[in-house]
């Protein structure tokens, strides 16, 4: 019976100058009359990686069917006759088997060769058999984590346990060993803990209750993993987490009361600015303001816009106002956000506020009430005949006022009119041929 005979292999780096490799017998002979029998297959015989003391010898092939001196031994495969070649080699007298380069696991993790026995004539002694060298692992690869920042995001006031973001990094090491049995943790985060990872997953989630980016809008995360299950080699990430906004702030007015002066007579213009705080992030939904006049204004005579840079609102006036009927005007405003206000937001206090808008008088122009008048005269009238008599009022009732009347359009100069009093005679005939009598 031939058969290979396997023998346990020591790969202490410090090997004694005696120390002999483990001979494996796979073509062993047996009785006379037995015949040949296929060679059993040899348990893989296993190296570590970055070995640095070579040519190391890993184990010696022999065959009893042959007198010692009289057999000729050889392997191939990758590693010898095939690329990577030059990684082992055979004395093919003796039939050890020697390790002549540094192995990598993570290149190649097994070599498999085949071994050969010849005579010295080189005919074939045995069916050739196989040979397997495994490649153990070592721990020569850092953790490193598949990007340097990781980003993530999570609403203010987000209840613990919040998932935020997921931490991952690789190891080249055997998966199968702790080599590569990765462990996260945070190294540091600038506060007490807010933020936790699963070292596990590398998940990170939310810790406290109360997270408020009115406080704190940005937190920078350092990440750490360790093979080894956590007491290996290490390597470090950062994570940028940064709070989104909700409406936890109601506006509130700078004042509990505002004063404005408004020239009369006049509209489409702007009176004042209303000054708001709001803590919520600016330019967003929770942060504009919307104005509402709740009484004092029963003609809607006012309006208020929102700046859409400052948040100030802004009083305007969209009808005229009048001094003589009405000298102070009291409006009650109302702020809120275009956003609805979250339940459990604290009330404003100064929520709303008075704005007195004092009327500044000016000086009228004086009105006809009537206007056009209209009158008839006898044709061929004489000169000094009374035409009408239009009586002008001044809106300025409170100023002592002097009405002025004069004439504006007469192309035939036939009529005057007395600047005092606004009575209007002719002072010439009408002509029945006059290009500007139509119709009469």
Known sequence: LDAWGV?????????????????????????????????????????????????????????????????????????????????FSIDKFTGKVYLNAMLDREQTDRFRLRAFALDLGGSTLEDPTDLEIVVVDQNDNRPAFVREVFVGRVLEGA????????????????????????????????????????????????????????????????????DMSGDGLT?????????????DNAPEFTRDEFFMEATEAVSGVDVGRLEVEDRDLPGSPNWAARFTILGGDPDGQFAIRTDPKTNEGVLSLVKPLDYESRERHELQVLVQNEAPLQAAAPRAVRGQARVTVWVQDANEAPVFPENPLRTSLAEGAPPGTPVAMFSARDPDTRQLQRLSYSKDYDPEDWLRVDAATGRVLTQRVLSPASPFLKDG
């Open 7 to 87: 023998a346990g292999l020591g790969l202490s780096l410090g090997v004694p100058e005696s120390w002999r490799p483990s001979t494996l017998h796979p073509w062993r002979r047996a009785g006379a009359l037995s015949r040949v029998r296929r060679a059993w297959v040899i348990p893989p015989i296993s190296v570590s990686e970055n070995h640095k003391r070579l040519p190391y010898p890993l184990v010696q092939i022999k065959s009893d069917k042959q007198p010692l001196g009289s057999v000729l031994y050889s392997i191939q495969g990758p590693g010898v006759d095939e690329e990577p070649r030059g990684v």
């Open 235 to 247: 390597a470090t990430a950062s994570a940028i987490i940064s709070l989104d906004d909700i409406n």
């Open 159 to 226: 209840a613990p346990g919040t998932y935020v973001t997921k931490a991952e990094a690789t190891d080249a090491d055997d998966p199968e060993t702790d080599n590569a049995a990765l462990r996260y943790s945070i190294l540091e985060q600038g506060a007490p803990e807010v933020f936790s990872i699963d070292e596990h997953t590398g998940e990170i989630r939310t810790v406290q209750v109360g997270l408020d980016r009115e406080v704190v809008a940005v937190y920078n995360l350092t990440l750490q993993v360790a």
